[in-house]
């Protein structure tokens, strides 16, 4: 994969701040005072080996699971004492690894669904296909591949246009920080490649989190990368920094 990432405006407010993050579980610290910061128009791409961390973090960013003692600042609002509910309500979206879409509907109606009605009065009852809707729809599926594909029932689509079209899903619903689990897991070379341009694109105006083995499509995407290891920070900068840290080589690149 050739396309470089494009660069983003650094900004003195990050838009996620994570300070002293610490969750044990039993006693064990899966997560072990941590400090994390992501800026607005980043594509951070968190790496290291299995069991460092790195999936317990998206947990406790959308609330999934609580922490044990810490912050997380998204924008003005402290993610630790809100409900998952209320965390994506405020504009943090995740996609996990299998794709949670809707099998019997078609593209166009999944992504319809994902529309963000119920922030409306009375929106979920008197919800009615509108043009915007149907204009929101038709970009988004443009934006994930999927324009000529509007009326394809889902379960027809390949693995990669599947996750895709999660995506999309989350997309319709304009996160400002949007937290990705291994989004190329099984996909062909050519999806690949479309992904890295997808986040980068998705990337403007909002953040991007990714969780990512391939460090080829790391490469491809990342503008700034954090190790982690045993909970804690091991590293963190551009790829060619962190890919030449002997203490990240020892403890995962070079396995
Ligand atoms: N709910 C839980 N209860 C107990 N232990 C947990 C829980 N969730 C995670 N852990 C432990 O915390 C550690 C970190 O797990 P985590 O899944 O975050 O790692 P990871 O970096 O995402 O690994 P992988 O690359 O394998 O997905 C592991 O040792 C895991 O067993």
């Given at each position: 994969m050739s396309n470089a990432p494009i660069g983003f405006e650094s900004t003195d407010h990050p838009v996620l701040a994570i300070e002293d993050l610490t969750v044990s579980f039993d006693g064990f610290?899966?997560?072990?005072?941590l400090n994390l910061y992501v800026q607005r128009n980043e594509v951070r791409v968190v790496i290291g080996p299995n069991g460092a961390g790195k999936t317990t973090v998206l947990d406790l960013i959308c609330g999934k699971t609580q922490a044990t003692s810490g912050s997380i600042r998204f924008n003005n609002h402290e993610?630790?004492?809100?409900?998952e509910h209320a965390i994506v309500r405020v504009g943090v979206g995740r996609k996990f690894q299998t794709p949670s879409i809707?099998?019997?509907?078609s593209v166009f109606e999944n992504l319809e669904m994902s529309f963000?009605?119920?922030?409306?009065?009375?929106g979920a009852l008197t919800f009615k296909r509108s043009p915007d809707v149907v204009a929101r729809v038709e970009s988004v599926a443009a934006e994930i591949f999927l324009d000529q594909h509007l009326?394809?029932?889902?379960?027809?689509?390949s693995h990669g246009q599947k996750q895709w079209l999660e995506i999309g899903m989350l997309l319709m619903q304009e996160p400002e920080l949007l937290m990705l689990d291994e989004?190329?897991?099984?996909?062909s070379v050519s999806e690949r490649e479309k992904t890295a341009q997808l986040l980068g694109r998705i990337s403007q105006g909002r953040s991007v989190v990714v969780i990512e083995h391939d460090m080829d499509f790391v490469k491809s995407i990342a503008h700034k990368v954090t190790v982690l290891h045993q909970g804690k920070i091991l590293a963190e900068g551009s790829m060619d920094k962190v890919q030449s840290d002997p203490k990240v080589i020892d403890v995962y690149l070079g396995h």
């Open positions: 610290k899966a997560v072990d005072k993610l630790t004492k809100m409900s809707y099998e019997n509907l963000p009605r119920g922030r409306k009065v009375f009326y394809t029932q889902a379960d027809l689509l989004p190329v897991a099984g996909m």
